[in-house]
């Protein structure tokens, strides 16, 4: 069994969910619990972690019935095949919402010129510019300390400031 990666039609991501687990296949959504504010109340809503992506656990012969599901569009694929995750990046990724507080957990890409502040780390609480992003590395310009540092984004957390 391996763990891949489907697309979904926008904003159906919890629905096929549902209905592949109701189907009897694993499957994995990460969602984020968000305080939203409605017009006249608070409220806790679950939001997905990754728009439009859900995880499925399947044997490669199984492949085709998530096409049963309404919302499913395709698999993602990398090098040609369908993208693969393996076990252990999984459990990282359960382990990680579970442990850290949902408020400070955001999917976002940085490109040039955004503030960020860093949350983690030697650098904890720290603000940067981001100067260049590719891949999991971001270069920033610290300018209180007046340094230029490459930062590992698998290994730092980061908040995007707003733009003042």
Not at 73 to 89: F, L, M, N, T, W
Not at 136 to 154: E, F, I, P, T
Request: proline fraction near 2%; glycine fraction near 4%; aromatic fraction near 10%.
């Amino acid at each position: 069994m391996s763990w891949y990666v489907i697309y979904t039609k926008s904003r159906c991501e919890k629905a096929v969910a549902d209905k592949l687990s109701l189907s009897g296949i694993e499957v994995f959504c990460p969602l984020l619990k968000r305080k939203k504010l409605w017009s006249d109340r608070w409220k806790w809503v679950e939001e997905p972690l990754f728009r439009s992506y859900c995880f499925v656990s399947l044997d490669e012969k199984d492949k085709d019935l998530v096409f049963s599901v309404p919302g499913v569009v395709r698999y993602v694929y990398h090098c040609g095949q369908p993208a693969i995750i393996r076990e252990k990046e999984m459990n990282c990724l359960k382990n990680w919402l579970m442990e850290y507080d949902h408020d400070s957990i955001e999917a976002t890409n940085l490109s040039a010129n955004d503030r960020i502040r860093i949350r983690s780390g030697a650098l904890q609480d720290k603000e940067a510019e981001v100067l260049e992003c590719t891949g999991n590395y971001a270069l920033l310009l610290l300018k209180d300390l007046g340094l230029h540092v490459r930062v590992d984004l698998r290994k730092n957390v980061i908040e995007k400031l707003l733009a003042s």
